[in-house]
């Protein structure tokens, strides 16, 4: 696992970090010799962060993009993990007419335009791909090429009929499951595939967490208090894990297929050529009226269209059909029980197909407003960057992950200073790249670029 340290030799090339949060893109980059000479972060906490966590003079950390473009200096590489939230899944999906940050691309587009470093490096979410039926990196990518760049990306196919192959740590041996888009770019000529080739290491969790014989020495009160399960939480894995092990081995065949949703176990509203909503106004049920008993109703069968977008339809097909083909083993206490508790708890996502275990404590866990997520024990799932309560749950101990956990699952250093309060700090690093990832992506993009850099001792790791 990378740990920062000041490289003793001069550096091998310049850099400019944009979009800069924790700093991510610096760990990686210094480790190959990398010279930071120019930053930029809205936020002012993260700011006062970098330059205290990368020894930046302040003189050279800039805030908004879009007032400062002018301080940019000459520089061999360019990093941009730009705002993803508009083009994420779990958001609005606005694009480029977001306007706060839909648009920060360009102002990076603008920057290439004049200053013409040698390579860039882009990270964001998967989806940004697919955002706009994939007219939205189309058109980054037009751009970049008309600047004279050759560009290349995890989006890009390397046989015909192949899927995106978006770059995650685990691939590479660390404790975190990310997939993330990449893109890079290149003014001379790029090999089709560019990236680092997974290491088949299997990564181990256990090696970042503070384990259980050392946690009273190993944990502050403070930290303790952080990583407790809400009560409504723990019941819900219990509740669960009693409905989990009603159930024959041959019959858990929603694992790693479907969410499951209780809501529509024995459920009867229409759904599939119309929505509840649309039947109540056929029947001329006034607005009030409707309304009243669409609460009785699921969050997801509330809308008030004419019909469900095909994917919900789907999914509640398969939870139906589920839910009569195994009402034989389904204890209808058991079910009252969970629907006393708030609705994000009566879903149930089983994320990992490999699983040998119906204990759902065997694994890793998140409480999301899409439901309990149920994942790998081997690392840590996607953190989300708003909720502090959805941090990842290390099911053999029963607690939330601490910050400092978290960190070190990004490849942070131990000596690494965080935001003040577990809200800030989550969503700091719900934003974050990681940093050992940005090693093995930028090694063998500067070395085709031509560009001289530090040789690092990770062994089976580099992957480079």
């Known amino acids: 696992m990378h740990r920062s340290t000041k490289s003793k030799v001069l550096p091998r090339f310049r850099f400019v970090d944009l979009f800069a949060g924790l700093g991510g893109f610096h760990y990686g980059l210094e480790a190959l010799g990398g010279e930071c000479v120019f930053a930029s972060e809205i936020d002012e906490e993260l700011r006062t962060l970098y330059c205290a966590n990368h020894g930046m003079n302040a003189e050279r950390v800039f805030g908004d993009i879009a007032t400062c473009k002018e301080e940019i200096p000459d520089h061999d590489l360019l990093v941009a993990g730009f705002p993803c939230q508009p083009f994420s899944k779990s958001g609005k999906q606005l694009g480029f007419s977001d306007i706060e940050r839909g648009g920060c691309i360009f102002h990076v587009l603008e920057i290439l335009e004049k200053k013409k470093p040698n390579c860039f490096i882009f990270e964001n979410v998967g989806n940004l791909s697919r955002h706009n039926n994939g007219k939205t990196w189309k058109t980054i990518k037009e751009r970049l090429k008309g600047l004279g760049y050759c560009v290349r990306s995890t989006a890009d196919p390397l046989i015909i009929g192949e899927s995106e192959?978006?770059?995650?740590?685990?691939?590479?041996?660390?404790?975190?499951?990310?997939?993330?888009?990449?893109?890079?770019?290149?003014?001379?000529?790029?090999?089709?595939?560019?990236?680092?080739?997974?290491?088949?290491?299997?990564?181990?969790?256990?090696?970042?967490?503070?384990?259980?014989?050392?946690?009273?020495?190993?944990?502050?009160?403070?930290?303790?208090?952080?990583?407790?399960?809400?009560?409504?939480?723990?019941?819900?894995?219990?509740?669960?894990?009693?409905?989990?092990?009603?159930?024959?081995?041959?019959?858990?065949?929603?694992?790693?297929?479907?969410?499951?949703?209780?809501?529509?176990?024995?459920?009867?509203?229409?759904?599939?050529?119309?929505?509840?909503?649309?039947?109540?106004?056929?029947?001329?049920?006034?607005?009030?009226?409707?309304?009243?008993?669409?609460?009785?109703?699921?969050?997801?069968?509330?809308?008030?269209?004419?019909?469900?977008?095909?994917?919900?339809?789907?999914?509640?097909?398969?939870?139906?059909?589920?839910?009569?083909?195994?009402?034989?083993?389904?204890?209808?206490?058991?079910?009252?029980?969970?629907?006393e508790l708030d609705y994000t708890y009566r879903k149930l996502e089983w994320n990992w197909k490999g699983s040998q275990s119906p204990?759902?404590?065997?694994?890793?866990?998140?409480?999301?407003?899409?439901?309990?997520?149920?994942?790998?024990?081997?690392?840590?799932?996607?953190?989300?960057?708003?909720?502090?309560?959805?941090?990842?749950?290390?099911?053999?101990?029963?607690?939330?992950?601490?910050?400092?956990?978290?960190?070190?699952?990004?490849?942070?250093?131990?000596?690494?200073?965080l935001p003040s309060g577990s809200v800030a700090a989550t969503k700091a690093l719900g934003n974050a790249v990681h940093a050992d990832v940005v090693r093995l992506v930028a090694s063998r993009l500067l070395r085709y670029s031509g560009l001289q850099i530090m040789h690092t001792n990770e062994g089976a790791q580099e992957a480079a």
């Open 359 to 417: 204990d759902i404590w065997e694994h890793t866990v998140q409480l999301r407003p899409s439901g309990i997520r149920v994942s790998n024990p081997s690392y840590v799932p996607t953190i989300v960057s708003l909720n502090s309560s959805q941090r990842p749950i290390y099911g053999r101990y029963k607690r939330h992950l601490t910050i400092t956990e978290i960190s070190k699952a990004f490849g942070f250093p131990d000596e690494m200073k």
């Open 165 to 339: 192959r978006h770059l995650s740590p685990h691939l590479y041996g660390y404790p975190q499951r990310r997939e993330r888009f990449f893109a890079v770019g290149s003014l001379s000529y790029l090999p089709k595939d560019p990236f680092p080739v997974p290491t088949g290491i299997q990564p181990t969790l256990a090696d970042i967490i503070t384990h259980a014989e050392d946690r009273e020495g190993g944990l502050s009160e403070e930290e303790i208090a952080s990583t407790e399960i809400n009560w409504q939480g723990r019941r819900a894995i219990e509740l669960w894990n009693e409905f989990v092990r009603n159930l024959p081995d041959q019959q858990r065949s929603f694992k790693g297929s479907f969410p499951l949703w209780l809501e529509e176990y024995k459920a009867d509203y229409p759904y599939a050529t119309q929505t509840p909503y649309d039947k109540m106004k056929g029947e001329g049920l006034c607005e009030k009226e409707a309304k009243r008993l669409l609460v009785k109703l699921p969050p997801y069968a509330r809308e008030r269209k004419p019909i469900f977008p095909l994917w919900k339809i789907k999914y509640i097909d398969y939870n139906r059909e589920w839910f009569r083909a195994h009402e034989a083993h389904i204890d209808p206490e058991n079910v009252r029980q969970i629907r």
